[in-house]
């Protein structure tokens, strides 16, 4: 048994060491574009909260998460109810949110509603819908009626990546993938800087959708979400990323900053804007 960690353990030097050399390699060769697109152009994360750096400063939108856990006899009657009154704010004028998407797991955590709503004017735009929703009977009545409906629920507050493409409406069918990654606290930064540049990898065939990190709610989480035709789709996506250069490196250098993640495949409702 010693022998076989002792070997284990060799060959864990050896890889280190075989990377120390390229990396040595790249940095005095000539062509140094690889090297320098791995460690060029990064953010200075003393200068400013990660919220601050990584977010899109121009649109000042603000996005909720839902997430709904709903008794499994009532997911029909819940699609419904959700439905009409998502309407109901995203046509009103008078409330400044509009819904992005709404979403059934297919696979994941089943009898699960997502609901991604955005807030165009940040914070003062959330207070002032909340004011006017505290005062909306016809939403009082609604939040009583679907309460009867739901197991659990809990929600999250998020800003969008400044280099990720911002939701619009599409039409379908397709399926959604939310890839879920919990970070390491203090990480946030270096994961957009490997992301800023890995993004351009992701979108030949317009998967992405837009991506987002959490301000209240859970911290240091991380949603990508993506669009396919199908899970074959989906699969060959994917496996075309590892052809492009510096996809890899994008893997390598992200994945230990990772504590945890998670995939949900989604399947959107008919009132999504997102199809």
Request: charged content about 25%; some cysteine.
């Amino acid at each position: 048994m010693a022998t076989t960690v002792w070997s284990k353990g060799q060959m864990l030097f050896g890889y280190s060491s075989r990377l120390h050399r390229a990396i040595r390699r790249f940095s005095e060769s000539g062509d140094k574009g690889w090297f320098r697109s791995v460690f060029a152009h990064k953010l200075d994360a003393r200068k400013d909260a990660h919220s601050n750096l990584l977010s899109k400063k121009e649109t000042s939108n603000l996005y909720k998460i839902q997430f709904h856990n709903v008794k499994p006899e009532c997911m029909e009657a819940y699609n419904s109810l959700e439905a009409e009154v998502q309407t109901r704010l995203h046509q009103n004028q008078d409330y400044p949110c509009e819904v992005v998407g709404s979403w059934n797991t297919w696979y994941g955590e089943q009898d699960q509603a997502v609901h991604l709503w955005r807030y165009r004017g940040g914070y003062p735009a959330l207070t002032e819908c909340l004011k006017k929703l505290n005062n909306d009977k016809a939403y009082f009545e609604f939040r009583k009626e679907r309460a009867k409906m739901l197991i659990s629920r809990r929600n999250q507050l998020l800003l969008e990546f400044s280099f990720w493409n911002e939701p619009v409406p599409r039409p379908g069918p397709n399926i959604y993938e939310m890839r879920t990654y919990f970070l390491k606290p203090g990480t946030m930064i270096e994961w957009g800087n490997h992301w800023a540049r890995a993004i351009m990898h992701r979108q030949e065939n317009n998967e992405a959708i837009g991506g987002f990190f959490s301000q209240i709610g859970d911290l240091y989480v991380v949603h990508h979400l993506w669009a396919y035709e199908s899970l074959q789709s989906r699969e060959d996506t994917r496996s075309s990323a590892w052809l492009k250069d510096g996809w890899d490196a994008n893997v390598y250098y992200t994945v230990p900053l990772i504590r945890s993640m998670e995939s949900r495949i989604m399947i959107p409702t008919k009132s999504s804007p997102l199809q």
